[in-house]
């Protein structure tokens, strides 16, 4: 099941939370792209390692930012994400 299928399933967010974590993770590949073009030797490193380096410690700084609430939302996301992935792997 997808992250966003498991938000969905959570009876206990809104539509709106829900959304927020939608656009979130938008951000998020947003933010590995710019990584990656400002670092090629991560082009050669799993994308698994790239993802989990940048979301372990509650995600990267936003290049972009419209406000701290924008950066504390992302860094929710990313540590959700981040739950997922290493509840998915066991």
Same mark, same amino acid.
């Given at each position: 099941?997808? +992250?966003?299928?498991?938000?969905?399933?959570?009876? =206990?967010?809104?539509?709106?939370?829900?959304?927020?974590?939608?656009?979130?993770?938008?951000?998020?590949?947003?933010?590995?792209?710019?990584?990656? =073009?400002?670092?090629?030797? +991560?082009?050669?490193?799993?994308?698994?390692?790239?993802?989990?380096? +940048?979301?372990?410690?509650?995600?990267?700084?936003?290049?972009?930012?419209?406000?701290?609430?924008?950066?504390?939302?992302?860094?929710?996301?990313?540590?959700?994400?981040?739950?997922?992935? =290493?509840?998915?792997?066991?």
């Amino acid at each position: 099941m997808g +992250l966003e299928k498991e938000l969905m399933a959570m009876s =206990n967010l809104s539509p709106k939370t829900i959304q927020k974590h939608v656009d979130n993770m938008w951000v998020l590949g947003g933010e590995i792209i710019t990584e990656l =073009n400002y670092t090629p030797s +991560l082009r050669k490193a799993p994308v698994e390692k790239v993802l989990a380096d +940048l979301i372990k410690d509650g995600g990267p700084i936003l290049h972009q930012r419209d406000s701290e609430e924008q950066q504390r939302s992302f860094e929710s996301t990313c540590r959700k994400l981040w739950r997922f992935l =290493n509840q998915s792997q066991r």
